[in-house]
């Protein structure tokens, strides 16, 4: 079965410095993959995604990922953190259905502070 | 003007009561879900909607039902609501092409006294 594993919980980092969230998949093909973030009060909204191609892949605000298949891994890198990317950090899977994306399955989530 | 929307944003509501959470879409979208998300569990599928008239129950449906009344409304009832259905609920929309982009609701808020 597909599963998704973000170990960190919560990461507290220094305005300006770098980070790095980790995320380890499970399943059995080349999987769709994703990250989303949710700020406080708010809904999700997509960061990045990969499906082929180049394994680093850009996203917005400044984030990249990198799809390591050896690892089974996509973590999200920023180079610089700013206070506003204080969130709570998802990644997420693409489960298929008769040859088509279905749903998403949800890792548990990292929460990120930024101190100043 | 958001392109899911959800209402009511927040509820509170005393167990065995039913309740009715409603999404609506604008972006065109035949693809609905309803996710549940409960603090240090992420997001958890309850139903999933491919078309009007493709309905299907996700990981944790015991308790809940949906109803798709057109292409851009999917409901999700609690039919006696209990105490541990309290949890944020996000609508979410997509396209059903390819590598598919999720986009989510603001999310209700449901208090299950």
């Known amino acids: 079965a597909q599963s998704v594993t973000q170990p960190d919980i919560h990461i507290t980092v220094s305005e300006g410095a770098s980070l790095e969230l980790r995320c380890n998949y499970s399943?059995?093909?080349?999987?769709?993959l994703f990250w989303y973030v949710q700020s406080p009060g708010q809904g999700l909204q997509l960061l990045l995604k990969?499906?082929?191609?180049?394994?680093l892949v850009q996203g917005i605000k400044g984030f990249e990922a990198e799809f390591k298949r050896s690892q089974s891994s996509f973590n999200l890198r920023k180079p610089s953190v700013h206070w506003s990317d204080a969130a709570e950090y998802f990644c997420a899977v693409g489960h298929f259905y008769g040859g088509s994306q279905g749903n998403l399955i949800f890792g548990k989530g990292t929460k990120l502070s930024v101190k100043p | 003007d958001a392109d899911v929307t959800q209402t009511p944003r927040n509820r509170i509501t005393k167990t065995g009561k039913r309740i009715m959470l409603e999404c609506s879409q604008t972006k065109g979208h035949d693809r609905m879900y309803w996710y549940r998300q409960d603090p240090g569990l992420g997001l958890r599928l309850i139903y999933y909607s491919f078309d009007v008239k493709d309905i299907n129950k996700g990981e944790i449906s015991d308790g809940y039902s949906v109803s798709r009344q057109a292409q851009a409304k999917f409901s999700l009832s609690l039919e006696s609501a209990i105490p541990n259905q309290t949890a944020l609920y996000f609508c979410?929309?997509?396209?059903?092409?390819?590598?598919?982009?999720?986009?989510f609701g603001p999310g209700t808020r449901l208090l299950v006294l």
């Open positions: 399943y059995g093909a080349t999987p769709y």
């Open positions: 990969y499906f082929s191609g180049d394994t």
């Open positions: 979410a929309t997509s396209d059903g092409q390819g590598a598919e982009t999720q986009y």
